[in-house]
């Protein structure tokens, strides 16, 4: 008996405990969403995602601008064997080498796009020095030099990039603001999966304790032969069925409410509870408006039009890189030699260099101009893609705002119904109780009211679910009429 009474007493405490330890929190769809957005997994993805871009566009500008680069061979040592020729004796001899070297170049780089040349102007100091029977100490200078190279007809790639990273990074931002509304649209889910949940296990409560009470009233009307044993029958039956279906309900709810603590990132035994939001404002979104919104906004219209330009630079590149090819390098400048480090500075005399390359493809058995045709053909098949996926997108659109604005009226369709439900129901249970309806009405109008209180939560889950996927495929909100776009900050 003793270790009954302590085995109960652990199990209260624990119990206790639990129930302490266990979190409560009372939230609403836009808490929700503000959570989602906030501290979910999902969210956290998104903002790393858009960082990655960031950063890369970062890189583009930065390559835009002046480079300083230092290059340096602070010391390097070479002793061995090498053949010199002899004048006295007219004759190649093998003789040791000792020498020491040091370099070191200073150079500032700007690309210029228009053309896709690169300017540089730079500075370099060399000092040799020769060990054995021939020494001897040389510096080398270049104070300064100034040049230019360029490829004359060839592929321009900064041209290219002037193109496609600014529009490359203007989808990474709207990448991120639809990626957040995907992220609502998630959270509005689960949100109302949890709703659903809750509602049946509320409904499964409630119809579990009026069976139970339809059936001790059944049992005194049997008593005075007002209800025949098969019904009491009948309502026992009941009694068993509720049960059931509150312990499927109570599971149920369970698993919704753990989705959504997980999804938002909140610890797995949080005891959340949702407040169905009410019958949302009026709101007529125009399907023209909407389609011009998605087509200026969406990142999918922006990564098609990326892709056709990408599909178009590697036509241009292989179509230049099929011909033959010229550069040009240029720079003017001065430089010295002399044995002494302050005499390598003096007097510099004038160096001036101009070079001009040429490649000409003579004979390759048409590969380039196989690549050249793989790239134009590649080009046609990314722009019809393109636009079958933009009339794709176009549809989804029409299609979404079509069923948002009808959805309006099913709100309030459903709230009306379920209104009626549960006053048919508290009707026909008031009037079972005093003997002037049977079990089958009764029945009836428990289904009925069952079946209005999931259609007007699916009614909300489908007009909500609508909005927000209107928002992620415009980028605007209609209910304030900016565009998303517009308001983008995001706090680096």
Do not use: C
């Not at 090819?325 to 007097?347: C, L, M, P, T």
């Not at 079958?388 to 009808?406: H, K």
């Amino acid at each position: 008996m003793k270790n009954n009474r302590l085995i109960f007493a652990l199990a209260f405490i624990i119990g206790v405990s639990s129930l302490q330890a266990q979190q409560r929190i009372t939230l609403d769809l836009q808490q929700t969403i503000a959570l989602a957005n906030d501290s979910s997994l999902e969210a956290f993805r998104t903002k790393n995602m858009y960082l990655a871009g960031y950063w890369e566009f970062r890189t583009y500008k930065a390559n835009r601008l002046p480079s300083l680069t230092l290059n340096m061979t602070p010391a390097q040592y070479n002793r061995d064997i090498t053949k010199r020729y002899d004048s006295e004796q007219d004759l190649d001899i093998y003789r040791s080498q000792q020498s020491f070297y040091a370099y070191g170049n200073l150079a500032i780089r700007q690309n210029f796009d228009l053309t896709g040349g690169t300017f540089y102007l730079d500075t370099e100091l060399g000092y040799m020095r020769s060990f054995g029977g021939n020494k001897y100490t040389q510096f080398t200078s270049v104070p300064v030099r100034l040049g230019y190279s360029q490829s004359l007809i060839g592929y321009n790639p900064f041209r290219w990039e002037r193109k496609i990273e600014p529009l490359k990074y203007e989808k990474v931002k709207k990448e991120y603001i639809y990626n957040a509304e995907q992220v609502s649209e998630k959270a509005t889910s689960y949100f109302f999966a949890l709703a659903m949940a809750q509602a049946e296990y509320d409904l499964a409560k409630e119809n579990a304790i009026s069976t139970d009470t339809l059936y001790r009233i059944g049992m005194q009307r049997l008593k005075i032969a007002a209800i025949s044993r098969a019904d009491l029958l009948t309502l026992k039956l009941d009694v068993v069925n509720a049960r059931n279906t509150l312990q499927n309900a109570t599971s149920a709810l369970k698993r919704a409410m753990f989705s959504l603590a997980s999804f938002l990132n909140m610890e797995k035994n949080t005891d959340i509870r949702v407040e169905l939001p009410g019958r949302p404002r009026r709101l007529d979104i125009p399907v023209d408006e909407a389609l011009l919104a998605a087509q200026t906004n969406n990142p999918e219209f922006l990564e098609l039009r990326q892709g056709v330009l990408e599909a178009e630079q590697n036509v241009d590149k292989t179509k230049k890189e099929s011909r033959f090819n010229a550069s040009i390098n240029a720079s003017v400048g001065f430089n010295q030699v002399a044995e002494k480090f302050g005499e390598a500075y003096r007097n510099p005399m004038q160096q001036e260099m101009v070079s001009v390359s040429v490649s000409i493809p003579l004979v390759d058995w048409g590969v380039r101009k196989g690549k050249y045709n793989m790239a134009k053909n590649t080009l046609n098949v990314v722009r019809t893609s393109a636009r079958q996926s933009e009339i794709n997108i176009e549809e989804e659109v029409i299609m979404t705002v079509s069923d948002f604005n009808v959805q309006q009226d099913l709100v309030a369709s459903a709230e009306e119904a379920l209104d009626l439900a549960i006053l048919a129901y508290n009707e026909t249970r008031q009037r079972f109780i005093i003997g002037k309806a049977d079990i089958s009405s009764l029945t009836l109008s428990l289904n009925r009211q069952q079946e209005a209180q999931r259609n007007y939560i699916s009614a909300l889950q489908d007009y909500w679910l609508n909005y927000y996927k209107i928002r992620k495929l415009t980028l605007h909100d209609f209910a304030s009429g900016f565009s998303l776009s517009e308001k983008f900050d995001y706090d680096q």
